[in-house]
DNA sequence: GTCTATAGAGAGATAGAC
DNA sequence: GTCTATCTCTCTATAGAC
């Protein structure tokens, strides 16, 4: 049950594919000729396109969420060590595939209802996760949502916005992968600070 | 020069389906059959697929980064005024237009190249804003960067998972629109609350 | 300006030889 | 398993009648 080397090429042609065009703009001739083999090839390991796609969607949404959410969930750490493990570990994975959030996002809004149901993202209870309920142990005030929302969105929309910013001249984002790196040690300053001030 | 009635109604169905599906799985059908006209009308008027994409883009581009621009550059305006105002008026106009970042972000991100020249964002030098300036006073130590990021991601990230989040049951974020209208005088008293603190 | 009809290119998918 | 050839459908775009 393990797969050929063909197949194993046509996969990771797709990966490349999928995740530079979109579901929409990518051909079953784009992935044939990246993994250099003959278009039937594609449909003959994989019989169709959209199960393809499904395929790669599984494999990166499990990639974007399953690498944070285990941190979450942990009862047996304190809300200040996931927040230092969450950022750190989170910006090495998508790091290394920095286009994925923007990826996941995008292709979750224009079709949610097929590849919602792929992977459980819908049926987590945030509200009985230990992360949210550390926190609303330490600020009591304030919606657990703009922790998650302030937390998340400081670790991820760096990667969301990177080919933007890095595109301006003479910028302050020059070299952002290097900036990028440096928040895995700011982050946690910054939540710190935030839980400190018990702002609401 | 006034625009007929059937040229309006024809930009206005291209504005949703493109929101919708993004440009390329939008098709001219789509479009047609969302002003309620007939196919041909749509080349009659705009000539080309990818020409009345990039007359909604430029729309679209110009929404989203005009909108903060003129503010950041304001040589007139304290940096905390500027915050409190960026965040209360970005809040407000995406919200009208909700997708707004996922789509922008997505599209030029496919298609740097073509959409880049459409809109004067990467010609603009960070550096010499008013906004970027003001923050060095205030916090030499932090690159200017990271407060960019901070403030954008707080304002923005929130609309580009709303989606996802909206879905999940049982959970904080239900009722994501007034969590994201509330964040309207909580960002700025976060950001402050970082200047303040001046973690380096 | 608006319609019908269709050209022409490209897509996903499969049949069948090897 | 891998190839060639092709079917069938859909897409953008245009020609031409009214």
Redesign the interface.
Known sequence: MTESLTEEKIKEAARIIFM??????AGMRDIAAKAGVNLSLVNYYYRSKKNIFQIIMLEKMHKIFGSIIPYMIDENTSLEEKIKHISTVYIDTISEDP?LP?FV??E???N?EEL?ILFP???????QMSI?KQFKAACPDI????F???F???T???F??A???S???????DN?QT?IH??KK?IP??IK??LE?N?N
Do not use: C, T
């Not at 530079?20 to 703009?25: H, I, P, R, V």
């Not at 919606?143 to 703009?146: F, I, V």
């Open positions: 530079e065009k979109g579901y929409a703009a286009n923007l996002f995008s979750l809004q224009k949610p919602g993202i819908q049926n987590m209870d945030f509200m949210v919606n657990p949502a703009h998650m929302l302030n998340l969105g400081m991820i929309f760096p969301i916005a080919h933007l910013f595109k301006m001249p003479n910028g302050i984002f952002i900036i440096e928040r700011l300053l910054w600070n935030m001030a702002i």
